[in-house]
Structures are given as C-alpha cells and as structure tokens.
C-alpha cells in the first residue's frame, strides 16, 4: 500500500522561510496526483491553502506557494507569522476514486 | 454560505454499528462529490470514503481500512450524506469529517466541525 510521507516536525523562525514536503513511499508526486494542502489549528477543521499543486485557495496570503520539488509535492511559507503555528497535511489523488493524506507536519514558529 | 453539519456520533461498543449524518446547505448538494474524512485524537487526517452525484451513478470508494464495514450513501432530497459503520472497532475512534469535494475535483473546499465516535467497552 502506497503511503504518503510529510516531514512530522519542522521549525522556522519568524520572517523566515521554510519548506515542507510530501513524497510518496514508492515513486514521485506529480501534478497528477493533484496535490492540495491543508492547514489545521487544534479542534478546528482542515482549511484548505493550495490545490491543484500550486493554486492558491481564496484567501489564503500569497506568502504559502506550492509546486514540485524533485520528487515531491512542496509548501513553501515564506516570512513566517506566529499565527502560522499549525498541523500541515498534504493528500494525493491515487486514482479510482481513492486520496491518500500524508501523516502530517507539525509546525514550531518560534 | 456553504454548511455542512455532522451528527450522530457517540460511544458504541466494539462490534457495534453507528450512523453519522452530514446535512449540507449553501450549494447544490446533489451535483457534488461528498466525502468522509476521519482523525483519531493527536493522529492525522485519514481519508475514509466517498459517494459521487447520481450523474456518477452515486459510485462509492473506500480506504482499505473500513472497506466491507462502512458505507456511505446519500439522500439528494434531503441534502445528506451518511456514513454507516459496522463492525466497529476501537481503533475507528476518532472525530468524523465530512467534506465536498469542489467542482474542480482537485481539493476538499468545504468541511465540517466533525463528530466524535468513541469505539469502546
């Protein structure tokens, strides 16, 4: 069974850069895997921050970028805020109706 | 505004059945994709299932950890989505989302607050 793997923790320091990743167990993410990105705060419901590998969802600051780095889908947050402390999850389109998420990346702002 | 509310959670024993609800307002329900997503406490988001609109003849698929024990159905008249879950086990405890599929089909846009199943003796 294919797994999606995320980095579990990262760090960044506020105004920095920082990158988080989603790869697959066998093989490498491509745009047609449809790679989205979700943002969750503790007992809040997911929200969704990119799409489609790199579309932006409304509202969401022009500071998250996605794309494909090498073999993996990525989430750029570039100058980090405070309020950016949260879980990241990414999911994947593995056809037939079936979506994968990854295990998720906790993220320190500190 | 688009809604989407579960209910239906609870405490059941192992071995039991529970069926959750999801009631949608704020869209046309009956032309979008709904899915069930779950996530046990301090665990990730699990990708449980989902129903097609009826123009996908209500085709379903499944994550191979609830394959043959859940089923997801939906009610267009009603604007509903359910998940029945059978044969429970404690490690199907977790809060229930239910989230639409956008008209892309490339994200989940709208979610739910989520229901509690707790699955133990």
């Known amino acids: 069974q294919t797994v999606v793997t995320q980095e579990p923790s990262f760090s960044v320091s506020p105004g920095g850069t920082v990158t988080l990743t989603c790869g697959l167990s066998s093989g490498s993410v491509s745009t047609s895997y449809y790679p989205s990105w979700y943002q969750q705060t503790p007992g809040q419901a997911p929200r969704t921050l990119i799409y489609?590998?790199?579309t932006r969802s409304s509202g969401v600051p022009d500071r998250f970028s996605g794309s494909i780095l090498g073999n993996k889908a990525a989430l750029t947050i570039t100058g980090a805020q405070a309020d950016d402390e949260s879980d990241y999850y990414c999911?994947?389109?593995?056809?037939?109706?079936?979506?994968?998420f990854g295990g998720g990346t906790k993220l320190t702002v500190l | 505004e688009v809604q989407l509310v579960e209910s239906g959670g609870g405490l059941v024993q192992p071995g039991g059945s529970l069926k959750l609800s999801c009631a949608a307002s704020g869209f046309t329900f009956s032309g979008s994709a709904m899915h069930w997503v779950r996530q046990a406490s301090g665990k990730g988001l699990e990708w449980v299932g989902r129903i097609r609109s009826k123009a996908n003849s209500y085709a379903t698929e499944y994550a191979a950890s609830v394959k043959g024990r859940f089923t997801i159905s939906r009610d267009d008249s009603k604007n509903t989505a359910h998940l029945q879950m059978n044969s429970l086990k404690t490690e199907d405890t977790a809060v229930y989302y239910c989230?639409?599929?956008?008209?892309?089909?490339?994200?989940?846009?709208?979610w739910g607050q989520g229901t509690l199943v707790t699955v133990s003796s």
């Open positions: 999911v994947l389109y593995m056809g037939s109706g079936i979506w994968v």
């Open positions: 989230t639409r599929l956008s008209s892309t089909g490339q994200n989940f846009d709208y």
């Open positions: 489609s590998t790199k």
